[in-house]
């Protein structure tokens, strides 16, 4: 939260990537930083909480995991906004997961909760019933469903696991919709298999089976005959370099296969006539959402309400590089730390202006836990394993806070005073730690606050308001899902040694942030 309380959320994992919502606290409406679509309105995929997407030459379609319905929007010039197409208690749709649409125009969907897959005819549109409606826990003892795709012939291939869980038992299967009676016509399964979360499929232009796995970011390879605990005929690993790769596509004219990260999409240029080792150099393009695909020689990414989004639209957006932190100087600037080394000045507001930014690679890699900011200009950065603090500059020169004399025991929070000051959650110690501007190298703390009236457990996260306060979320530090108190500490701007807090007020869920 800024000085003049604007409030910043930042949204950063493999299926929600690169998000910083705007939220005002008069209205309680949140708007995404680049300029998307606002939360709440009354876009048919705005409340979508699981959003994939398929294509033909005409429309892309998206499904809606929360208000259960298919969307598609007419690929053209004007680009039409997502309608509802197929949706209502006909439909049987629950909770669709994925969605694919072979070159007849079948469009089927994985539904999740009903642990079924469903097949429309070509056209259908409105509330209507399935042609197709498989068990598939009845068929292949799913108890989890993970992604759909159809083959060259019109075969749908399916993934999911026997666990209800989805952390073992990972089956592939190929299913042969074309008569009255579907039949499996091979599964894939077991340990030579290495098949564990198979999180997206594709099949390439050779008819191979080509599998995201979720966990591990490497890409499988399963030939046209193979069936049964056979291992791929090729694994590539890492799939791309992308960070967090999680979705993929295959464009059937052109056999382009584009693989889309939380930073960005690679694209291998006809990679579909090869093998996956043999796939030439990776294109990255600056897009960014839930999932991707290609439709009529254009690839397409669903953002984050499901609304498909193109190249040329998504280049107009502000690219986080993976974000992991987000802070705000004494000034109320705000400022975005990703993973991938660079630290991003966010615009204001709803604002599409990107800010400077300063790239930077630390000796202890990506192993950070707090990021805070000077509005002199410095970014710190700690690591707790390291017992380290980190200065960037302005042109990336670096410097370090560590040594005995630190005392830094585990710091996992940051803040930044008005006069500079660093402030340390000191976790291990059970202390606050508060440096000088400008301290480095093995220095002692200017001041600390510790001891038993402090009422400090776990220091974790720590944040200073207008008039100089420190707050200190602290609590356990080893309760997860029960157990362990936690509270937010106020403590005064010159707070210092062995002193209580001014309040103390318990937070009555369990939760770790890493920042306040």
Known sequence: MTRDGGMYVLENTAEHPNLVYHIDLATGQA?????????????????????????????????????????????????????????????????????????????????SEGLALLCYRPGAEGNVAPTISLDLKELLGYGQVDALTFDRSGRVVVSGTTDPAGVSGSLLAVIDISSGKPRVIRRIYG???????????????????????????????FAPGQSGDVAPFAVRAPAATLTHPFRMAVDRTTGDVAILGSDEVAVFPKAGFKSPT?????????????????????LYVADEFGTPEHLETQSRLLNLHDPEFIATDQNGRIFVASTDGVITAVPRGDSAAVGPSTSFATSFGRDMDAFAVDSAGYFFLSSAANNAIITVAKAGRQSLIAGAKTKLNYPIGLAVGSDGSIYVANRSAKSILIFSRGATGDVAPAREISGDATELIAPQALAIDASGRLYVFDGSATATGSGGAHYVRVYDGGAHGDIPPLHSYPVHVQCFPNSL
């Open 31 to 111: 708007a995404t930083i680049g300029g998307r679509t606002k939360v709440g309105t009354s876009s048919a995929t705005a409340s979508s909480i699981e959003t994939s997407i398929a294509a033909d030459d005409r429309f892309v379609y998206s499904v809606d995991q929360k208000n259960p319905q298919i969307s598609r929007m007419a690929i053209s010039r004007d680009r039409a906004p997502l309608t509802r197409f197929i949706y209502g208690y006909k439909t049987l749709l629950r909770a669709p997961l994925d969605v694919s649409i072979d070159s007849a125009e079948r469009l089927c969907v994985l539904d």
């Open 191 to 221: 340990p030579s298999t290495k098949l564990f979360t198979a999180y997206s499929l594709a099949v390439d232009k050779l008819g191979n089976i080509l599998v995201l796995q979720q966990e591990s970011g490497e890409l499988l390879a």
């Open 278 to 298: 043999n796939w030439p150099a990776e294109v990255r393009s600056p897009m960014r959402g839930w999932n991707l695909t290609f439709g009529s020689g254009e």
